[in-house]
């Protein structure tokens, strides 16, 4: 069963810096990958999509990266702003389908101060 | 085009009751799947609907049921509700099946079981 890890936690920086989140799974045969952020009490919105062909996926100020023979993937988030404060989660997708559904780590806790 | 739309999007009820929530996904997509999040256990998939069928169904209790309507509309019930209940339901919509396109999640809707 796929189990997915998010480092850190939570993290608190001002405004301004470029920041790395980092998510690592364990069960490599993966489809594709899907990098969300939720505001509390609000639903996911999706800000990328990285394909298991591709290693890179870039949106604005923000990159991420797959490494599926390790397990990884690496959200960059540049030149950070208070509105990017909220939780950032990944979630793989198993190459052999989705029958149990998307799974989520438990997110990066992100506050950028003003 | 408009996004993935929930209703309601707060409800109380009390133990024993029943409740239903609704889900429309985004036009042109045929795949709804359902999520519950609570602090403790972070994002859980309930199940998935494509073409009006179950395809997935994560581990939950028979109190949690589904069904989806020739729409692509879903609907989810929970019946005798018990405390442990309340959480944020958030369901998903997407192409594709199983996880293989992006996945674009609604507003979700707050239950309180009291």
């Known amino acids: 069963k796929q189990e997915v890890t998010q480092i850190p936690a939570a993290l608190s920086v001002p405004e301004g810096e470029n920041l790395v989140l980092n998510c690592s799974f364990t069960?490599?045969?993966?489809?594709?990958l899907q990098w969300f952020r939720q505001d509390p009490g609000k639903g996911l919105t999706s800000l990328l999509l990285?394909?298991?062909?591709?290693r890179e996926q870039t949106s604005g100020r923000l990159n991420a990266s797959l490494d599926k023979s390790s397990g990884r993937s690496t959200l960059y988030i540049a030149a950070s702003q208070p509105g990017d404060s909220a939780t950032y989660l990944c979630a793989p997708i198993p190459s052999g389908g989705g029958a149990d559904g998307l799974t989520f780590g438990k997110g990066t806790h992100l506050i950028i101060q003003p | 085009k408009a996004g993935v739309t929930q209703t309601p999007r707060y409800l109380i009820k009390t133990r024993g009751q029943q409740v239903t929530l609704s889900c429309s996904p985004i036009s042109g997509h045929r795949s709804v799947s359902w999520y519950q999040q609570t602090p403790g256990q972070g994002l859980q998939f309930l199940f998935e609907y494509f073409s009006e069928t179950q395809r997935n169904k994560g581990n939950f209790p028979g109190r949690f049921s589904g069904r989806q309507f020739s729409n692509s509309r879903s609907e989810m019930n929970v019946s005798t509700l018990e405390l442990g209940d309340s959480a944020l339901y958030l369901c998903a919509s997407s192409r594709a099946i199983s996880g293989r396109d992006e996945q674009y999640f609604g507003p979700g809707t707050r239950l309180t079981v009291t």
């Open positions: 990285i394909q298991s062909s591709q």
């Open positions: 069960d490599s045969a993966i489809y594709n």
